[in-house]
């Protein structure tokens, strides 16, 4: 089993910073790559950053320069640094670890949190 717990969200001013953070545990294999995707009020979910277990990062476009992806491999933890918040940033983040556990390491698959709200006011 894997278990992602994701957290951090929270009501900030535009403009503000938030750090969300994201712990791995379980009977984990393999990781291929952590991140962050997040789903606005009404709209499709998004990949906002991501991680791969070599260090390569991806940002959406729409984060370059206010985001900041990290980890910290030794604790299966990743964290979103976010500062410069915009109010169109409001959405719910999710966690994403695409690996494979003990139990199915044969293949990989996409584990998700549950997932942290935040909302930036203007």
């Known amino acids: 089993q894997v278990q992602l717990v994701d957290s951090g969200g929270g009501l900030v001013q535009a403009g503000g910073s938030l750090r969300l953070s994201c712990a791995a545990s379980g009977s984990i294999f393999s990781i291929n790559a952590m991140g962050w995707y997040r789903q606005p009020p009404g709209k499709q979910r998004e990949l906002v950053a991501a991680?791969?277990?070599?260090?390569?990062?991806n940002y959406a476009d729409s984060v370059k320069g206010r985001f900041t992806i990290s980890r910290d491999n030794a604790k299966n933890t990743v964290y979103l640094q976010m500062n410069s918040l915009k109010p169109e940033d409001t959405a719910v983040y999710y966690c994403n670890l695409y690996g494979s556990s003990w139990s199915s390491r044969a293949y990989e698959y996409d584990y998700w949190g549950q997932g942290t709200q935040v909302t930036v006011s203007s």
């Open positions: 991680i791969s277990s070599g260090g390569s990062t």
